[in-house]
């Protein structure tokens, strides 16, 4: 198993996303990615990393309310579903959220 700290940025926020949008089923936006990488990822790297995953097609995300605000919630786009999935599986953060 690979261990979560020698994860980029933009891995990490990747399996934070898969987390919480194919396991939780939840969603997931910036301030709730912030929030549970605090420790590991600055906020404006998280906002970098988010940048660049868009821009390579890892994520996509929709305007949708969350917690009675308007946000940007994400998700793993249908190509990288399975390189995710397979990072989460081999990862597995020691997360407590």
């Given at each position: 198993m690979t261990n979560w700290?020698?994860?980029s940025p933009e891995l990490k926020a990747c399996s934070v996303i898969y987390e919480f949008t194919q396991i939780k089923k939840e969603k997931i936006w910036f301030?709730?990615?912030?929030?549970?990488?605090?420790?590991?990822?600055?906020?404006?790297t998280i906002s970098k990393s988010l940048d660049k995953l868009f821009d390579l097609g890892v994520i996509d995300g929709?305007?949708?309310?969350a917690e009675g605000k308007w946000t940007r919630v994400f998700n793993i786009?249908?190509?990288?579903?399975?390189?995710?999935k397979?990072?989460?599986n081999n990862t597995r953060r020691l997360s407590k959220s």
């Open positions: 700290e020698l994860l301030n709730k990615i912030v929030k549970i990488l605090e420790k590991d990822v600055s906020r404006s929709n305007w949708k309310k786009s249908g190509e990288a579903k399975d390189f995710v397979s990072i989460y």
